[in-house]
């Protein structure tokens, strides 16, 4: 296909502002249409084909061929470009694309005009011819076209799909738009629950649709949404299954009946769980669980051929076929196999506790052996089974709506379907004894009341309708979710459902909470002094100055000190063919003279090659030494040789930097011990390259032969006046070499004592007005969870010109590594950048902001800058947080377990007693074990004073009293939604496992009663990539492929998996840089200040100490403040 003409930057179709133009645009475009009486709307176009029939049909047709088939398509423009004279574009409709081929000899000017005049996105009707492109591309020669629909907004990139994964599910239509891959899942959903279907009605099943609002919900171990029903003034629920009703239809001599599905279940958001989801329920009358096993298998197995072609899926990266049968096993012969026990549900509870507690399973003491057995089977077996596996026969005990086994009544006819350890299915021969399910509802009762969140709650009116007589049946449910993201290979449920739930946007309106249902419980026994804080008023603001928007770095910077580096690289070599031609004009000097000339030459280069890298950065200092530098070697060149080229040519550089004069405005740099250690080896290179370049060029002309061992002798001895091993016999390069080495060495024994006597790394401290100003400014806008990480002593301030916004940053290595987003009014933000990124060209540092909201990524990229997606901060919501729930249950055995030995207390730091700060402050020390203090954007970095009132602690004791953990939470300052963040978390190393899970869920709910709404936990980094099956590009599989690279050493994936535990909400956080190129830098340096990477000794002169608390301290020039 020809090279397309029409393209749009993914970064840019992001951009708010060319969203607006491009859309005004199209706009005028959209008017001109009508007014030409062009109706861009219409009612309807009648096709009579697709992509994919003419691909089918025609596909094998020679270049050049035509069909002299007629026919009519319509899709969408998602290609437009011109080659060779012809309008090209693509046309995609639902089953794939098409190439428009338009000629001006059979459309004419005005239609082929109105045809270029498309825009991408634009849905039309065609009518042309079938030909083949001389390329052999499948075409339609345009006869006419009609405007179907004109779209007013650009399209995301559709060469590398839409990437961001909160605007693919909040815009699914752009997602199916962009990304084919998106397309292909949603297809292979709809054959999954068409084939369902076709299997059911092809076995006599009926399919029906029972309520979605119930009285009262049942039918699984779940909170429910409670709704209300105003005409009938009734509380009601959304149904959390469709079990109950189903089986009520059984009784009323529907033999067999299926229903697909919405449930809802008021739960949390992961990547396994959403709040509503799809789900297949049949029963069969006169079945049993083994009727239902062939029926899951046909299901299964039946929608991966229609979907995929295969019943081979891709699992953990092996290989696993769905073609039945499928394994089926016992629970007791997956623990005896995995555990190397044996359990029954009869055995002495005891014995059951005992092994429970040998393997580590938490346990409740109104559980009998049958629940302990179950559990134990969770943690020791589950997990293993990849292939898929029928787990058969659980304890009654946890199935109170199953029938006892007819060999074993202490166990139930049910089986688990279990694919790469995740159910998939559940079944049951279902209980038909009406009494013996009353019986179990009344067991379920004691359980509930004993704490038991998974007890299923009871119906007496599903106990009457089974008095009406329910025979035998099996009965089968399918998460239709779960059974898509096997086939598909997907690990996020939101990739499978097209319209997934989310939380609000950022600025958009919420709803008010409904009240909390009962039930609920209580992990604190004690929460300390109740109280939200009341941030103070903003500190006085005066009324902002007009601004202009900062100008981004000079395009001369980069080729103008480029040009210098390599100048001075030439200019170190005595001669060199072409450019040393003097094109026969005389010697101006005699031989002494350019000898000296010579050298001279030499000491310009290397001045060159030291100033370039400051040109880059735009240093005015820079440039009046690179200006003077090039006029003395235009006249050294002039004199020298002549040499006519050298002499051009640095005559063109000095026009050059004279006539971009005006882009060199940044101040100098700070120095650092780093630029000491940097000159060093790059000079040893320049001058072995200068020593053997020389020597080289006279190897016909040397005594005795050159050598590597000589020439280092010559050229080493030669910079402090030594003779060398060689004799010259050319008397011009015996007069220059030996002085020219002198004068390198002469040259770089002043650069280096000029490096090491200035300051290593200045250090200018804000002085506290500064820091009050700056605290006053947290208080009043300090809402983000991660600005009160501002006030970290390390950290230097840039105060908006109104005084009302503060950025904090550090000035590392030509770098102001900026921590968060800036701190202010929201409305203030864009100024804010704009002055701190003025305030930045004008000292020349190039600009990293690490962890700041992707949602605001938009106001970075509308300044031109790279926006790269870092990882996820982990937020709590305490008033939606519970330990109730089957997912919630490592977190809640952790609790108990724990709980029995520990008590918890939530205080204020300075409710904090001196000798509770001191043992607090030694567990501090005992979990560093010596290792300095990490953090930089989420972290204070200093040890507990007991001093401030808004600081909270979360404290565990064990039974004798003493401390054996803590957790520190600093204040997020919001009147209407407050919150708090993780500063430390700190236990003995001794201590129970557990106990920060123990800590973080009690916190939670102590939390909770005082009306704090956000909790933010840890930073997870390039979380999403490790659970993300999308393909985001080229780039997001080389960003996915680091993470995984670094994850052995860093811990990512365990830090995400615990912070899962408890199912937060995570923010997307981003980093944010002004040149791609500095990436590596920036990494580095990030994790430097993050504290992940210490050199030691002089590692603390490359950037600001970690804990830099103790001497309030920051690496930035005056200027900043």
């Known amino acids: 296909m020809s090279d397309p003409v029409s393209t749009i930057d993914e970064s840019a179709a992001e951009s708010a502002s060319f969203q607006e133009s491009e859309r005004a645009h199209r706009l005028q475009k959209l008017d001109a249409l009508r007014a030409r009486g062009i109706q861009p709307y219409p009612a309807r176009f009648d096709r009579d084909t697709t992509a994919a029939v003419l691909h089918e049909r025609y596909g094998d047709l020679a270049p050049g061929a035509d069909a002299g088939v007629v026919v009519k398509a319509a899709g969408r423009v998602i290609g437009l470009r011109r080659h060779g004279g012809l309008d090209f574009a693509d046309l995609r409709d639902e089953t794939g694309t098409i190439q428009l081929l338009a000629d001006r000899s059979v459309l004419g000017d005005g239609i082929l005009r109105d045809f270029a005049d498309l825009d991408l996105g634009d849905w039309v009707g065609v009518e042309g011819t079938v030909v083949v492109s001389q390329r052999g591309e499948l075409s339609i020669r345009l006869a006419g076209f009609e405007l179907l629909s004109k779209a007013l907004r650009p399209l995301p990139d559709l060469r590398h799909g839409l990437t961001d994964a909160e605007t693919r599910y909040r815009q699914r239509y752009l997602d199916l738009i962009a990304n084919e891959r998106t397309r292909q899942i949603f297809d292979i959903r709809s054959k999954v629950i068409a084939t369902t279907r076709r299997v059911l009605t092809e076995r006599g099943f009926r399919e029906v649709e029972t309520p979605v609002l119930l009285g ?50 008021n739960e949390g958001l992961d990547t396994r769980h959403n709040p509503e ?40 990266g092996r290989d696993v076929d769905l073609k039945p049968p499928w394994r089926r096993a016992t629970m007791a012969e997956l ?49 293993l089974l990849v292939e898929p596996t029928f787990v058969m026969d659980h304890p009654r005990e946890t199935s109170p709506l199953a029938k006892a086994h007819r060999d074993d009544p202490a ?214 030494i690179a200006v003077a530098l090039f006029g003395v070697a235009a006249v050294v060149h002039l004199l020298k040789g002549p040499d006519p080229i050298p002499l051009l040519v640095d005559l063109a550089m000095l026009f050059a930097l004279l006539w971009y004069r005006t882009d060199f405005r940044a ?63 050319r008397e011009l390069f015996n007069d220059f070499f030996p002085t020219a080495l002198l004068a390198l060495g002469i040259a770089g024994a002043l650069i280096l004592l000029y490096l090491l006597l200035r300051p290593l790394v200045q250090k200018v401290p804000p002085d506290e007005s500064a820091r009050r100003r700056a605290d006053q400014i947290v208080r009043a806008y300090g809402r983000d969870t991660l600005a009160y990480f501002a006030l970290r002593r390390d950290k230097s301030y840039f105060f908006s010109s109104d005084g009302r916004s503060l950025i904090a940053y550090a000035y590392v290595r030509g770098h102001a590594m900026v921590a968060a987003d800036p701190v202010g009014p929201p409305e203030d933000t864009g100024r804010t950048l704009d002055e701190f990124l003025e305030f930045c060209r004008g000292n020349g540092w190039s600009v990293a902001f690490l962890a700041v909201r992707e949602a605001d990524a938009e106001l970075y990229r509308e300044r031109g800058m790279h926006v790269l997606y870092l990882g996820d901060e982990a937020v709590l919501h305490p008033d939606e947080f519970r330990l109730e729930g089957r997912r919630m249950k490592a977190v809640r055995e952790a609790v108990n377990r724990v709980g029995r030995e520990h008590s918890f207390e939530l205080l204020h730091e300075d409710q904090a007693p001196p000798e509770l700060v001191a043992q607090l402050n030694a567990i501090s020390e005992m979990w560093r074990q010596g290792a300095e203090e990490r953090g930089f954007t989420m972290e204070l970095g200093e040890d507990v004073k007991g001093v401030n009132p808004d600081f909270r602690i979360a404290l565990a004791r064990d039974r004798s009293g003493e401390p054996a953990g803590f957790l520190r939470f600093i204040p997020a300052y919001d009147a209407q939604e407050m919150g708090y963040s993780l500063d430390l978390m700190r236990r003995k190393p001794d201590s129970e496992n557990g106990l920060t899970e123990f800590l973080i869920a009690n916190a939670a709910v102590a939390l909770r009663e005082e009306g704090v709404k956000r909790l933010s936990l840890n930073f997870a980094a390039w979380g999403r990539l490790l659970d993300s099956a999308q393909d985001a590009g080229v780039w997001g599989r080389v960003e996915r492929r680091i993470a995984r690279g670094l994850n052995p050493f860093f811990q990512i994936q365990s830090l995400r998996d615990f912070n899962a535990k408890f199912y937060p909400e995570w923010l997307p956080r981003s980093l944010v840089i002004d040149d791609l190129g500095a990436l590596p830098k920036v990494a580095l340096l990030y994790a430097s200040v993050e504290g992940f990477l210490e050199v030691p000794v002089v590692g603390r002169f490359f950037v600001p100490p970690v804990r830099a608390a103790a001497t309030g301290e920051a690496a930035t020039p005056p200027a900043a403040r």
């Open 667 to 729: 101040r100098s740099d700070p120095g650092s011990l780093a630029d000491v250690l940097m000159f060093v080896p790059l000079y040893v290179a320049v001058v072995l390259t200068f020593g053997f370049a020389s020597l080289l060029t006279q190897a016909n002309h040397l005594e005795p032969r050159l050598g590597i061992g000589g020439g280092l002798k010559t050229i080493f001895g030669g910079l402090i006046g030594l003779n060398g091993t060689y004799t010259y016999k």
């Open 277 to 316: 989801f799809t789900e297949l329920e049949a029963y069969q009358a006169f079945g049993d669980y083994h009727d239902m096993m062939e029926l899951t298998e046909a299901i299964v197995a039946a929608s991966a051929m229609d979907a995929l072609g295969t019943t081979v899926v891709q699992i953990e």
């Open 216 to 265: 009262q919900a049942g039918g699984a171990a779940a909170r429910p949404f409670f709704t209300h029903h105003n005409a009938l003034d009734l509380d009601m629920t959304l149904r959390i299954a469709l079990e109950l009703p189903l089986k009520r239809l059984i009784v009323g001599d529907m033999n067999r009946v299926f229903e697909i599905g919405r449930v809802f279940r």
């Open 411 to 624: 166990l139930v006819e049910r089986f688990e379907l279990v694919v790469a350890g995740r159910e998939l299915a559940n079944a049951y021969s279902e209980l038909n004894d009406p009494v013996d399910q009353a019986e179990r509802f009344r067991a379920e009762a004691v359980l509930q009341a004993g704490g038991d969140a998974e007890a299923e709650p009871v119906d007496d009116d599903y106990v009457q309708a089974l008095e009406y007589g329910l025979p035998p049946t099996g009965g089968l449910g399918i998460g239709m979710d779960r059974l898509v993201m096997l086939l598909t290979g997907v690990e996020t449920i939101r990739e499978v459902i097209l319209f997934p739930t989310l939380r609000p946007e950022a600025g958009a309106p919420e709803a008010q909470p409904a009240a909390d249902g009962a039930g609920v419980t209580h992990v604190a026994a004690e929460a300390g002094e109740a109280g939200v804080i009341e941030p103070p008023a903003p500190p006085h603001a005066v009324e902002p100055p007009t601004f202009r928007a900062p100008t981004r770095r000079p395009v001369s910077l980069k080729p103008l000190s480029w040009l210098t580096g390599i100048v001075g690289l030439l200019s170190l070599l005595p001669s060199i063919p072409l450019i040393d031609w003097s094109f026969g004009i005389g010697n101006l000097l005699d031989r002494p003279s350019r000898a000296v000339t010579f050298v001279i030459s030499v000491v310009i280069g290397i001045g060159l090659i030291a100033v370039a890298r400051q040109l880059y950065l735009g240093r005015r200092r820079a440039w009046y």
């Open 335 to 383: 623990i005896k196999e995995n555990a190397g026990v044996d359990m029954h549900p009869s055995m002495p509870v005891q014995d059951a506790r005992a092994i429970a507690d040998r393997l580590g399973v938490e346990w409740l003491e109104v559980w009998g052996s049958g629940k302990i057995m179950s559990e134990v089977y969770d943690a020791s077996s589950e997990h």
